[in-house]
């Protein structure tokens, strides 16, 4: 069975930082893209990250770009982003999503989601 | 940047056609696909490639794109279709949400 498995969401204070990660099982995680899609509260889906297979290429949106990283490690079938300088609108469930170049490079694949608040 | 707009709600008697639409610009030159939401799970794809469906997802789901605007059509919609649904598509190498849509079915 295929898994997307998140943690590491929490509280954390504006301008604090948090790494999220997504542990993958059942799928050969290594062959293929990986994302971050996040949804605030009552709000509608974000595309956050994306990240090829080896790590080479990393595409974010405006939004994050220099505060967000993403990154995975291939040996612990594990996805990752790192948050820095969090701010109130980053407020959120963050997903991680397979892509899938089958259906087109869709999402095909979604984690449950990990509850990111940012408040003092 | 580039954006794509949905209505942000639909109703629907039950067993009758759902049409949700997705608009943007050229977003027929572009592949587009469709996700499902129901409250508090996770999005689940229904449409991908315009109008081609994941093994699972029953038949009464299909799609289309053409112009300007890409289309959701749920057929004989049940109870149980009523939830959020997103468009998506890609921006060279970015990716693209609708706000998405409420469906209710009555």
């Known amino acids: 069975e295929v898994q997307l498995v998140e943690s590491g969401g929490g509280l954390v204070q504006p301008g604090g930082s948090l790494r999220l990660s997504c542990a993958v099982s059942g799928l050969t995680f290594s062959t293929y893209w990986m994302s971050w899609v996040r949804q605030a509260p009552g709000k509608g889906l974000e595309w956050v990250a994306n990240?090829?297979?080896?790590?080479?290429?990393?595409y974010y949106v405006d939004s994050v770009k220099g505060r967000f990283t993403i990154s995975r490690d291939n040996a612990k079938n594990t996805l990752y982003v790192q948050m820095n300088s969090l701010r109130a609108e980053d407020t959120a469930v963050y997903y991680c999503?397979?892509?899938?170049?089958?259906?087109?490079?869709?999402?095909?694949?979604w984690g449950q989601g990990t509850m990111v608040t940012v408040s003092s | 940047s580039y954006e794509l707009t949905q209505p942000p709600s639909v109703s629907v008697s039950a067993g009758q056609t759902a049409s949700i639409t997705c608009s943007g610009d050229?977003?027929?030159?572009?592949?587009a696909c469709w996700y499902q939401q129901r409250p508090g799970q996770s999005p689940v794809l229904v449409i991908y490639?315009?109008?081609k469906r994941p093994s699972g997802i029953p038949e009464r789901f299909s799609g289309s794109n053409s112009g300007n605007t890409a289309t959701l059509t749920i057929s004989g919609t049940q109870a149980m279709d009523e939830a959020d649904y997103y468009c998506?598509?890609?921006?060279?190498?970015?990716?693209?949400f609708g706000g998405g849509t409420k469906l209710t079915v009555l």
């Open positions: 050229k977003v027929g030159n572009k592949n």
């Open positions: 998506q598509a890609w921006d060279s190498s970015t990716v693209v």
């Open positions: 990240i090829k297979e080896d790590g080479s290429e990393k």
């Open positions: 490639q315009n109008g």
């Open positions: 999503a397979r892509l899938n170049l089958v259906v087109n490079d869709a999402f095909d694949i």
